[in-house]
């Protein structure tokens, strides 16, 4: 658990959950933060099994997004099925049943309301897990019945420390860190893919987006706009390169990188709002 628990605030929130549960946890993280590891792992300790016997214990259900990219009734309604199902009854261990839902922000809204009945009324020993990236894509009554944990980066010196003992390469460690903006799984899958990592890709977009005039940024609208992911990514790495030169800059940079973090920031929302996307990236070129 080393692995992933290196922020010492989110090891102190998880193990006061696993030492007093309640019906339902909600676990908040960006993608690369370990959210599905991590679920397991308090699976793991909840019902006293070491990690490797999670698959084998028969009353756990894990749940995933489908091919649509969606959780629906259907899916829920298995959970019910699940749950119907008689469980040994013993005095020494409390929680016997857990439902893992990875990605809980999809979850449709009647999906979404089907979990919350369970949640209001929870059965016999039983705990539900989730995940999500948004939590602000769930009912506030479904977020008000779990307890919310969110994944916090971890300290910058204990990253580059573990990360160490991955690579003797210090340099591709201090860019990858720099370009996942702190978070480990990204960090690490930076450093395994190197230059074919998606953010890597983006970051190489970022900087020439950033040093060239306005014409050729317009340019750039159409390309960019076939390629939506890529814009994500895009818009990730200029909020996190301004992030960090704010840090340092001062005066006519200082103003420059605000500005930079603004337009980031209001073009992910237009980007949340599914706005038109060779809009959004106009709106973008033409701010930056």
């Given at each position: 658990?080393d692995?992933?628990?290196l922020?010492?605030?989110?090891?102190?929130?998880?193990?006061?959950?696993?030492f007093?549960?309640?019906?339902?946890?909600?676990?908040?993280?960006?993608?690369?933060?370990g959210?599905t590891?991590?679920?397991?792992?308090i699976?793991?300790?909840?019902?006293?099994?070491?990690?490797?016997?999670?698959?084998?214990?028969?009353?756990?259900?894990?749940?995933?997004?489908?091919?649509?990219?969606s959780?629906?009734?259907?899916?829920?309604?298995?959970?019910?099925?699940?749950?119907?199902?008689?469980?040994?009854?013993?005095?020494?261990?409390?929680?016997?049943?857990?439902?893992?839902?990875?990605?809980?922000?999809?979850?449709?809204?009647?999906?979404?309301?089907?979990?919350?009945?369970n949640?209001?009324?929870?059965?016999?020993?039983?705990v539900?897990?989730?995940?999500?990236?948004?939590?602000?894509?769930?009912?506030?009554?479904?977020?008000?019945?779990?307890?919310?944990?969110?994944?916090?980066?971890p300290?910058?010196d204990?990253?580059?420390?573990h990360?160490?003992?991955?690579?003797?390469?210090?340099?591709?460690?201090?860019?990858?860190?720099?370009?996942?903006?702190?978070?480990i799984?990204?960090?690490?899958?930076?450093?395994e893919?190197?230059?074919?990592?998606?953010?890597?890709i983006?970051?190489?977009?970022?900087?020439?987006?950033?040093?060239?005039?306005?014409?050729e940024?317009?340019?750039?609208?159409?390309?960019?706009?076939?390629?939506?992911?890529?814009?994500?990514?895009?818009?990730?790495?200029?909020?996190?390169?301004?992030?960090?030169?704010?840090?340092?800059?001062?005066?006519?940079q200082?103003?420059?990188?605000?500005?930079?973090?603004?337009?980031?920031?209001?073009?992910?929302?237009?980007?949340?709002?599914?706005?038109?996307?060779?809009?959004?990236?106009?709106?973008?070129?033409?701010?930056?």
């Amino acid at each position: 658990m080393d692995d992933l628990l290196l922020s010492h605030t989110t090891e102190q929130t998880v193990n006061s959950f696993i030492f007093n549960p309640g019906s339902g946890l909600l676990l908040i993280g960006s993608a690369g933060s370990g959210k599905t590891t991590i679920l397991r792992y308090i699976a793991a300790r909840l019902l006293d099994l070491d990690e490797s016997q999670i698959n084998s214990y028969p009353y756990i259900m894990q749940l995933m997004p489908n091919e649509k990219n969606s959780l629906g009734i259907d899916q829920i309604r298995a959970i019910n099925r699940f749950i119907s199902l008689a469980i040994p009854r013993n005095d020494v261990q409390q929680i016997k049943r857990l439902i893992l839902i990875d990605d809980a922000d999809k979850l449709t809204l009647e999906a979404q309301n089907a979990v919350l009945k369970n949640l209001e009324e929870p059965p016999y020993n039983t705990v539900f897990l989730l995940s999500c990236t948004n939590p602000n894509a769930l009912l506030a009554t479904l977020r008000s019945r779990v307890t919310q944990i969110r994944i916090a980066n971890p300290n910058r010196d204990a990253l580059m420390s573990h990360l160490e003992r991955l690579s003797p390469n210090k340099q591709a460690i201090e860019r990858a860190v720099g370009i996942s903006g702190g978070s480990i799984g990204k960090t690490i899958g930076i450093i395994e893919q190197d230059e074919t990592h998606t953010l890597a890709i983006a970051a190489k977009v970022a900087k020439n987006v950033l040093s060239a005039s306005l014409y050729e940024r317009l340019l750039m609208v159409n390309d960019l706009a076939k390629d939506p992911k890529l814009v994500n990514d895009l818009v990730t790495i200029l909020q996190q390169m301004a992030d960090i030169s704010l840090e340092k800059a001062v005066g006519a940079q200082a103003t420059r990188w605000k500005s930079i973090l603004n337009v980031a920031y209001k073009t992910r929302q237009y980007l949340e709002h599914r706005t038109n996307m060779r809009l959004t990236l106009t709106y973008l070129m033409l701010n930056l």
